[in-house]
């Protein structure tokens, strides 16, 4: 009895969220989940200028995960984030995943509902939670849609491709009333292939009614046992002028001295060199500013005092510039920001709780 309450209670809770930016791929069983995840962060921010410092302590994230078989090849998977705040365009704004998934052989796996935006990158990929001073896409891009995604895997599962529709990030970015019905054209493709693992991706994501932004990601991971490397390259562009000049890349380098302590370094560079006032309802790309260029790097560690790696413990500092050309003065501007951040994250599995 106590414990279908607490379920009830958990299930309860969830009609109070806000929507979320980033994604996680995964084409894993979801079976036998339900568990909250928590991360809480203080933070330290200040800038070149006189502006006053930032200090403070909040809640970074409150997640509630559930997954399950449902018989003859279908299971699903619910993932979602808890805070006191309603969607504000649709009911599935509050919702990252909640999806029906169909296993009709051992090959092929069918999948609808909300779901992910199929892009490449591991930083794209990682659970948010997991992501430290992140790039200007990874903040900025809506990638939680409905979507109807098909994929084959590989008999030795090393390898996944994946086709996908779903709706436009552009079809309601930031409550702006941009064209509705707006769908976005995946191709994706994961391989492991032993110390070379690859997340890459193309897209057609509709911006206008016939009007695309063109994506390709492009991820690669070196992953060995003490540790592990990831460069992605995003590339995105609204004109055949626009390629070569609006691209980001991101890397990260992890050292695992034991299995419960972690040394990070991570650094990012993300131009807009469009000519075109990307800005405008003609042509969106709302990633980074036309005209702008930033940079990001830091260093940070990770500590998991307990084996089951159920709490972590985290602390980085990091480095952020933003450049453009001040349109008043026509004078180069650079803005350089400091942030420095420690932070928890503990997860309540309670279906092992169960369990026990």
Known sequence: MQRTKILLAAIAITLFATPSAKAQLSWDKAFNKFK???????????????????????????????GGDLGSGFSYYFMQRIVANEGSVTFFDNTDFLYLDYKPTNNWRLRFG???????GFEYDAAPIDVYFPTNLWRNIYCFQLAFSGAYITDDG????????????????????YDAGLVSYNLYWAGNMGHWHTLWSTSMVEYKWNNYLNMIMIGNKLVYDKWDLY??????????????????????????????????????????KSGENLGSSVAMDHQLAAGHTSARYGL???????????????????????????ATTNQPVTVATWNFNVGATWTMDYYQMFKK
């Not at 390629?243 to 807009?272: L, R």
Request: proline residues 3%; aromatic residues 16%.
């Open 300 to 326: 940070g560690f990770e500590y998991f005092p307990s084996e089951q790696k159920n709490v972590r413990l985290h602390i980085y500092a990091c480095r952020m510039t933003d450049s453009f050309t001040d």
């Open 114 to 120: 909300k779901d992910a935006m199929a892009l490449g």
């Open 36 to 66: 909250m995840e928590v991360r809480a962060d203080g933070e330290y921010t200040t800038t070149d200028t006189a502006a006053r410092p930032n200090l403070g302590f909040h809640g970074k994230y409150f997640n509630l995960k559930l």
């Open 158 to 177: 090393n390898h996944t491709f994946m086709a996908q529709v779903s709706n436009s990030p552009y079809v309601n970015y930031n409550n702006l009333n």
């Open 231 to 272: 460069v992605d390259f995003i590339h995105h562009a609204l004109a055949i002028d626009d390629w070569g000049k609006n691209f980001g890349i991101v890397s990260c380098a992890n050292y695992y001295f034991t299995p419960q302590f972690n040394i990070f370094v991570k650094g990012m560079y993300e131009q807009n």
